[in-house]
């Protein structure tokens, strides 16, 4: 199973940048909802399995996401 390993806030784009340990990045727009992924690494998932994650594991991660950005919501200075 992957884990985060960071999230980044974009304040310019408002989006939300999640890294995996796999090398995949999902980014959430403003709305927390998916918006794009990106594969970083050498040894990334993409390069490993020649596709992108998608159904249960890219809902997997999306709601990882989400739930990382609400609970640390005070360290974005987000308001709702």
């Known amino acids: ?15 939300f940048a999640v ?10 727009d403003s ?7 990106l594969s970083v690494g050498l040894d990334s998932y ?8 998608k159904g249960k594991s890219l809902d997997k991660r999306v709601c990882m996401g ?3 950005v609400e609970k640390n919501k ?3 200075k987000i308001k709702d």
């Open 66 to 68: 989400k739930e990382w």
């Open 19 to 28: 890294s995996f340990d796999d090398g995949i990045t999902v980014i959430l």
């Open 46 to 53: 993409y390069l490993k399995k020649r596709k992108w994650p």
């Open 74 to 76: 005070k360290r974005y």
């Open 31 to 37: 709305d927390r909802m998916y918006h794009s992924m």
């Open 1 to 15: 199973m992957y884990k985060i390993t960071g999230v980044t806030h974009h304040s310019a784009h408002k989006t």
